[in-house]
């Protein structure tokens, strides 16, 4: 699959074989990536903690909105500058990222779509593994939206579709991908292809503004949730109950639970479990002379049939095929 690990039809039901088709960019030089990537994006810094650089990247055009489907490889901190020109959604095929932007955190994984519009700093960090889908919609085209609705219903800094919204916002990306050329062929601009178009800053606009209304208080669920994650990680390799998390969280367990159904849609142990599901396939991608059974137990799994039921659920596969 031209170097992404993700399915071709992943499990998000987005069939990704046209975009898989266009030219691809691979690379394990950094700073090819940093330039490649600004070129097509926006000038950022990247910081790579553990040092791995292994960067795929395909790209597409519909219209005047770009696809990209995107691994770095290794663990990666990105720091973009400002988006002036346009506005990115982020949507993870496998793994993990979390993004920072004017004191809002959010973390995403396979399943939610993150909006990225920053006007400053911003700080995104992707987990070792992660693949993403992202949609680079122009600025004139959000605009355009933005007049149709209100001039004042502009976009976030960093905003977060909720799991419910993720499944319609999907079916309009899907239909975008149906839309990609093949063999380099220009797709005429059709009457249904530019309602498409302009419905996509439509949804976000609609949907993103009406979230951060509805929150009267958007910082406090973002130091939750990093307190949340901080804690989860630090358990990767260790038992622990719900209780003790929540203890370790500073939250009461019902609090706890709260969050993570409104965050990730799963309940606190269940988000900890996907987290080891994760370390566990990174291990396994970069150590192919592992032992599943080893791999396993380290985190936290006892039970080799669960762990392969609840590997293959999350990834497609089963460990022995990601270990090659």
């Given at each position: 699959m031209n170097g992404l690990h993700g399915c071709t039809v992943n499990r998000l039901g987005l069939d990704l074989s046209a975009l898989f088709d266009q030219p691809g960019f691979c690379s394990s030089s950094a700073q090819a990536v940093q330039q490649r990537l600004g070129e097509a994006l926006v000038d950022h810094e990247l910081d790579w903690p553990d040092g791995r650089v292994d960067v795929t990247l395909h790209r597409g055009r519909v219209a005047s909105c770009e696809l990209y489907a995107l691994r770095y490889g290794?663990?990666?901190?990105?720091?973009?500058?400002?988006?002036?020109?346009?506005?990115?959604?982020?949507?993870?095929?496998?793994?993990?990222?979390?993004?920072?932007?004017?004191?809002?955190?959010?973390?995403?994984?396979?399943?939610?779509?993150?909006?990225?519009?920053?006007?400053?700093?911003?700080?995104?960090?992707?987990?070792?593994?992660?693949?993403?889908?992202?949609?680079?919609?122009?600025?004139?085209?959000?605009?355009?939206?933005?007049?149709?609705?209100?001039?004042?219903?502009?976009?976030?800094?960093?905003?977060?579709?909720?799991?419910?919204?993720?499944?319609?916002?999907?079916?309009?990306?899907?239909?975008?991908?149906?839309?990609?050329?093949?063999?380099?062929?220009?797709?005429?601009?059709?009457?249904?292809?530019?309602?498409?178009?302009?419905?996509?800053?439509?949804?976000?606009?609609?949907?993103?503004?009406?979230?951060?209304?509805?929150?009267?208080?958007?910082?406090?669920?973002?130091?939750?949730?990093?307190?949340?994650?901080?804690?989860?990680?630090?358990?990767?390799?260790?038992?622990?109950?719900?209780?003790q998390l929540a203890s370790e969280a500073g939250m009461s367990i019902r609090s706890l639970n709260t969050v993570c159904q409104r965050e990730y849609a799963q309940s606190p142990m269940e988000r900890l479990r996907s987290l080891r599901l994760d370390a566990a396939r990174d291990h396994l991608l970069g150590n192919p002379g592992a032992s599943v059974t080893e791999v396993a137990l380290e985190y936290g799994f006892a039970h080799m049939g669960r762990f392969s039921a609840y590997y293959r659920q999350r990834f497609g596969e089963l460990p022995r095929q990601t270990r090659g």
């Open positions: 290794g663990q990666v901190e990105i720091r973009p500058q400002p988006f002036e020109d346009f506005v990115l959604v982020q949507m993870p095929l496998q793994g993990s990222a979390t993004l920072q932007c004017d004191g809002v955190s959010h973390c995403v994984s396979p399943g939610d779509a993150a909006v990225l519009a920053p006007r400053e700093e911003a700080r995104v960090l992707w987990e070792a593994g992660c693949e993403q889908l992202m949609l680079k919609l122009p600025r004139p085209l959000v605009e355009a939206s933005q007049a149709q609705l209100h001039p004042s219903a502009g976009l976030p800094p960093l905003s977060r579709l909720q799991r419910p919204l993720v499944v319609r916002w999907l079916r309009l990306v899907s239909e975008l991908l149906e839309h990609l050329p093949r063999d380099q062929q220009v797709t005429p601009l059709s009457p249904w292809l530019q309602h498409l178009e302009q419905s996509l800053p439509l949804f976000l606009l609609s949907h993103c503004c009406a979230e951060i209304a509805d929150n009267a208080e958007p910082r406090q669920p973002a130091r939750h949730l990093e307190r949340i994650e901080a804690c989860m990680r630090g358990y990767l390799n260790q038992s622990i109950s719900l209780p």
